[in-house]
C-alpha cells in the first residue's frame, strides 16, 4: 500500500464531466489499497477570469485582495471532487490551505511555503477518506490568504508529498509526460521516460511551463519522487529523477524551452567608466525588476552599449528608469524592444560534449536568424531573437538536434 499525492490541473478538472473521470481515477487507486491525496487546481480558465474581474476595478489591484479572489477558484473544485468522490462511494473530504494548514510568507501573489501541518490529513487518511486540497493557496502568520503563483498547484503538490513523505508524487495534466519541446508548437516533439531535476529546473525557468519552476526546486530539495502523467490516458509518463544516466548514451541536449515573457532595453552610448554597469542596473534593481541577459559591448570611442532583458510586465517601468539613468550619466539614447523571444537548448549530455552552442547557432544561421543575445550556462544555452521565428528557431533546432520522433511515430 503506497500513500501517493495526486495533483490535477486545470483543463482535468475543466467541467463537472471531468471532475467525475478524475472521481473514478482516483476510486481505481482507493480500490487497490493506496492512501491518495489529491490536489486540484482551478477549472480551466477560471483563474484568468478571476484576475480579469479585479482589473476591471483596478489596474494593480491590491495584492491581499486580488488573493482572497483569485484562491477561491481552488476551493470550488475541492469541493466539486468531493461530492463527485462521495457519489461513487469513496469517503471525501476537502481543505482549503488555511484548512490544512499550509504556512507561507506574506508575499501576496508569490508566496513561499513555510511549513505543512499534516496532521488533519493523517488523521483523515488514518480513517479511510481521500483527502483533496486547494493547490495554489496558503495562509501567512497573520491569516490572510496567500497564492503561490501561477501554475502553483504543481508546488502544493510536491510540498503536500514532502511533508507527508508519499511514495510518490504525480502531476496529472493535458499532455502524457514532459517532452522535449512543447508538443503543442512542435509536432514531432517526444516524450521524454525521464528527465533530471537539473534538466527540468532549467526547461522550467526557461519557459516551459508543465511544471512550476517551485515544484522542481521542492521536489529536488526534498527528494520527492516526480511523475508527470495525462490525466485520462494510460502511460508511464515522465519521471523526473536525480541521477544522470551513463553520459555516453545520454543525448546531449534533452529539450528545448522558450518564453515570449520577456523584453529588451539598450542603453546606448554611456561613457565607459568604472561602476557604469551598477549606475546602469543599481536603479532597476531598487526597483524590484528582475534583470535576465546582459551584454556589454565596448566601442572604439570609448563609449559603451549595454543591454539587458527584463520580464514584459517590468518593460515600461524599466523604459522609464533607464531614460532617467541616460539623462544622468549623459548617454547617447536607449532603445527598448518587446518583440523578443528566448530560446534554450537544456541538457546535462553538454558537459561532456564540446561544440554544442556552435551546432546551436550554425542551425540557426541556416534559417537566417539573427542572434541578438547569447548566455550560457553548464547545461544550457540561451539566445534571444526576435519573436516572429520563435517556432521556426525551435522546430531547427529540435531537428538539428535529433530529437525530431521518427517518421510516423509523432503525436
Ligand atoms: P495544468 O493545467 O495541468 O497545470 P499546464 O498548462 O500548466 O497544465 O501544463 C501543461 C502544458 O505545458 C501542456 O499542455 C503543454 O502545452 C505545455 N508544455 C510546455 N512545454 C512542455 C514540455 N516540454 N513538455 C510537455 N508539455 C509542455
Ligand atoms: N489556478 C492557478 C493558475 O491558474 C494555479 C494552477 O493552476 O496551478 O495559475
Ligand atoms: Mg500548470
Same mark, same amino acid.
Given at each position: 500500500m503506497a500513500l501517493i499525492v495526486q495533483k490535477f490541473g486545470g483543463t482535468s478538472v475543466g467541467s463537472v464531466e471531468r471532475i467525475e473521470q478524475v472521481a473514478a481515477k482516483v476510486k481505481k487507486f482507493r480500490d487497490n489499497g493506496d492512501d491518495i491525496v489529491v490536489v486540484v487546481s482551478a477549472m480551466s480558465g477560471e483563474t484568468n477570469r478571476l484576475i480579469d474581474l479585479a482589473r476591471q476595478i483596478s #489596474?494593480? @489591484? =491590491?495584492p491581499r485582495e486580488l488573493d482572497v479572489m483569485v484562491s477561491t477558484g481552488e476551493q470550488v473544485t475541492i469541493a466539486l471532487l468531493a461530492m463527485a468522490l462521495i457519489k461513487v462511494g469513496v469517503p471525501a473530504v476537502s481543505y482549503t490551505g488555511n484548512q490544512v494548514r499550509i504556512h507561507t510568507d /506574506? &508575499?501576496?501573489?508569490?508566496a513561499r511555503i $513555510? %511549513? +505543512? #501541518? &499534516?496532521q488533519n490529513i493523517r488523521r483523515d487518511l488514518e480513517a479511510g477518506r481521500v483527502v483533496v486540497v486547494a493547490g495554489f493557496q496558503g495562509v501567512d502568520d497573520q491569516g490572510n490568504i496567500t497564492t503561490l503563483g501561477r501554475g502553483g498547484s504543481d508546488t502544493t503538490g510536491v510540498a503536500l508529498a514532502a511533508a507527508l513523505k508519499a511514495d510518490e508524487c504525480q502531476i496529472y495534466t493535458d499532455v502524457d509526460g514532459v517532452y522535449t519541446t512543447d508538443p503543442r508548437v512542435v509536432a514531432k516533439a517526444q516524450r521524454l521516460d525521464r528527465i533530471t531535476f537539473e534538466e527540468m529546473l532549467e526547461m522550467a525557468s526557461l519557459g516551459?511551463? =508543465? $511544471? %512550476?519552476i517551485r515544484a522542481v526546486e521542492f521536489a529536488g530539495k526534498y527528494s520527492v519522487p516526480l511523475r508527470v502523467l495525462h490525466s485520462f490516458q494510460e502511460g508511464p509518463g515522465t519521471l523526473i529523477t536525480l541521477d544522470e544516466e551513463d553520459s555516453m548514451e545520454? @543525448? +546531449? +541536449? /534533452?529539450g528545448i524551452a522558450f518564453n515570449r515573457d520577456e523584453a529588451k532595453l539598450t542603453i546606448r552610448g554611456v561613457p565607459d567608466t568604472p561602476g557604469v554597469a551598477f549606475k546602469i542596473l543599481g536603479p532597476i534593481s531598487s526597483a524590484n525588476v528582475e534583470v535576465d541577459m546582459i551584454v556589454q559591448n565596448v566601442a572604439h570611442d570609448n563609449t559603451t552599449d549595454f543591454t539587458f532583458t527584463v520580464h514584459r510586465n517590468d518593460y515600461q517601468n524599466g523604459l522609464q528608469i533607464l531614460e532617467s539613468t541616460a539623462r544622468e550619466i549623459g548617454a547617447r539614447e536607449v532603445i527598448g524592444d518587446t518583440d523578443i523571444a528566448k530560446v534554450s537548448i537544456v541538457g546535462v549530455g553538454m558537459r561532456s560534449h564540446a561544440g554544442v552552442a556552435s551546432r546551436m547557432f550554425e542551425a540557426l544561421a541556416k534559417e537566417n536568424i539573427n542572434i541578438q543575445m547569447i548566455s550560457t550556462s553548464e547545461i544550457k544555452v540561451s539566445v534571444v531573437i526576435e519573436e516572429k521565428y520563435l517556432e521556426l528557431a525551435v522546430r531547427a533546432l529540435h531537428t538539428a538536434f535529433e530529437l525530431d520522433a521518427p517518421a510516423g511515430t509523432a503525436e
Open positions: #489596474d494593480q @489591484p =491590491v /506574506s &508575499a501576496h501573489g508569490k $513555510l %511549513q +505543512i #501541518d &499534516a516551459s511551463k =508543465v $511544471l %512550476q545520454q @543525448p +546531449i +541536449i /534533452s
